[in-house]
């Protein structure tokens, strides 16, 4: 019924930037909030950036000032800048999205996660 497609991702030294993108498209209604999360090896997926449908955005205390999180909404997508990126940023990053379908169902969904390596 809804995909989320990423893009971007890859390999970057560390001090670098990247820059994730996340598409959502079917049977969509309304998309609320857009995420991005992350899961290192080893570690529990966390929760990096945010942005609500009214345009509130909630950052993870070790990417602020770093990384900023932005939509378009008329393409159902959002983005992640990642700058002065560091080797513990290296992680397995997921889209999320809260979306409405046109069967008026909310539910929640996933990309497929795209790896980010930051090399020191």
């Known amino acids: 019924q809804v995909q989320l497609m990423e893009s971007g991702g890859g390999l970057v030294q560390d001090g670098g930037s990247l820059s994730l993108s996340c598409a959502a498209s079917?049977?969509?209604?309304?998309?609320?909030?857009m995420s991005w999360y992350r899961q290192a090896p080893g570690k529990q997926r966390e929760l990096v950036a945010s942005k609500n449908s009214g345009g509130g955005t909630t950052y993870a205390d070790s990417v602020k000032g770093r990384f900023a999180i932005s939509r378009d909404n008329a393409m159902n997508t959002v983005y992640l800048q990642m700058n002065s990126l560091k080797p513990e940023d290296t992680a397995v990053y997921y889209c999320n999205a809260h979306i409405t379908t046109r069967d008026l169902r909310w539910s929640e969904y996933w990309g497929q996660g795209t790896q980010v390596t930051v090399s020191s």
């Open positions: 079917g049977s969509i209604f309304s998309i609320h909030a």
